[in-house]
Nanobody, 125 residues
Framework: QVQLVDSGGGLVQAGGSLRLSCAAS????????MGWFRQAPGKEREFVAG????????YYADSVKGRFTISRDNAKNTVYLQMNSLNTEDTAVYHC??????????????????WGQGTQVTVSS
């Protein structure tokens, strides 16, 4: 089992940047593929980005490709989401997730095994 703590959200103007962090507990961080999801008010949860256990493979939703970058530091048990060129449609609660499956499965099935508590990202126009 792994516990996840999300942080780094906030209020930013359109065009700005934020970096989200997700700290994982335990010694088994490398056992999990990791991902970020988001949920805006009145909308379904959607996959944003995923990364393999080694960090060598990443997946992105079309809506964030070229703007967001997911990375992980296995020595620090942390996964990051660098978000650039933010727009108002990026406003949502962002959750990190861990899965013993694969990041590809996470991206296709929109699922995770363990979830962070979420961090609010608000982009103003």
């Amino acid at each position: 089992q792994v516990q996840l703590v999300d942080s780094g959200g906030g209020l930013v103007q359109a065009g700005g940047s934020l970096r989200l962090s997700c700290a994982a507990s335990g010694r088994t961080f490398m056992s999990y593929a990791m991902g970020w999801f988001r949920q805006a008010p009145g909308k379904e949860r959607e996959f944003v980005a995923g990364i393999s256990r080694s960090g060598g493979t990443t997946y992105y939703a079309d809506s964030v490709k070229g703007r967001f970058t997911i990375s992980r530091d296995n020595a620090k048990n942390t996964v990051y989401l660098q978000m650039n060129s933010l727009n108002t449609e990026d406003t949502a609660v962002y959750h990190c997730a861990a899965t013993r499956s694969t990041a590809q499965t996470m991206s296709i099935m929109n699922v995770g095994d363990y979830w962070g508590q979420g961090t609010q990202v608000t982009v103003s126009s």
